[in-house]
């Protein structure tokens, strides 16, 4: 076994502290990769709450990590020792499915395995993520890193990153759409950035006044501050495409009412209680309401590399691991310019 130091949760709603556990050792096609650097998603938030309801405890979250390989099992042909390499939100599926054979792990008819709070399909022990010394992983869910990107700042890419890129992709934005981004956080940004690389006309609608010139410096044409309604009917019925991000309940009836006749709201983020939705604004307009999960791993492959190309990474802000409390109570304030990403070497300070 692989003796592993990392902050973990102790049970719902507590504050994570350090704790050691063991990593397998790797069978003959895993990657072990120390890592550097882990990205700080809402996700990480809603787990360590147990806001889905399919916490396990003590829980290690993150799942956006960049680090370097250091070991690999005899068929392992992609990586090798010395090489840096990602992991996101998923370690495996079930790989026989139809999603998973269209390279659509993510709707993995058996449930995909996630990075954390998930369980082994081999052993059934616990899976534990990124805000860790050393994970191990099949490299078919292992990324590669484009050698031109900052690496603490490709971190978030491995979900932030995906998540939005996907849906952009599968909604087919380019240039002459007009698209909206709803809440400027970790997603938020990314989706800036990637609409506005893609060559879409992009709106941000945030609720902080204080956001309105970094959006404009990470790719918005326009800012809307979601609470001026006379702002917001302005941009009535005319958008293709809305992605909106936020983390916790608000209203989704204003900004469907911002589409076109059959655009589409894609919902990414995941509060614990539901939206209500009237069905006015869907039927006037044949507009959709759909929904987007992460991305596939070929997809994120494709995501990374379309970032090397393009030169996007995210804007983050580097914490040690012991700041990590701090930066939760912050994201839960909307206070994140625009990701927290945990410097692993931090965590020698109190627990390697
Ligand atoms: P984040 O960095 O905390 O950003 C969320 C943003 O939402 C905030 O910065 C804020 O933007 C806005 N917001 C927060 N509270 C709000 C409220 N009460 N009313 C209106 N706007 C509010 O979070 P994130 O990491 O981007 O994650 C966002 C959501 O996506 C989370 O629910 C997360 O679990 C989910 N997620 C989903 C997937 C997926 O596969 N679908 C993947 C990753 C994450 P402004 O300050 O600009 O208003
Ligand atoms: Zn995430
Ligand atoms: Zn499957």
Known sequence: MIPAASYAAPAARAPLGPYHFQRRDPRPSDVVIEILWCGVCHSDLHQIRDEWGQGQFPMVPGHEI???????????????PGQLAGVGCMVDS?????????????FCEKGFTGTYASKDRQDGTPTQGGYSSVIVVDEAFVLRIPDNLEPAAVAPLLCAGITTYSPLKHWKIGPGSKVGVVGLGGLGHMALKLAHAFGAQVVQFTTSPSKRDDAMRLGADIVVMSNDSAAMKEHAATFDFILDTVSAPHDLNAYLQLLKRDGTMTLLGLPDTPPTVHGGPLLFGRRQLAGSLIGGIAETQEMLDFCGQHGIVSDIE?????????AYERMLRSDVKYRFVIDMASLSKDTR
């Open 66 to 80: 960049v680090g370097r390989v250091i070991d690999t099992g005899h068929d392992v042909k992609g990586f090798s």
């Open 318 to 326: 580097v914490i040690a691991i012991q700041d990590i409390n701090e």
């Open 94 to 106: 079930c790989r026989e499915c139809p999603s998973c054979r269209e390279g659509l792990e993510q």
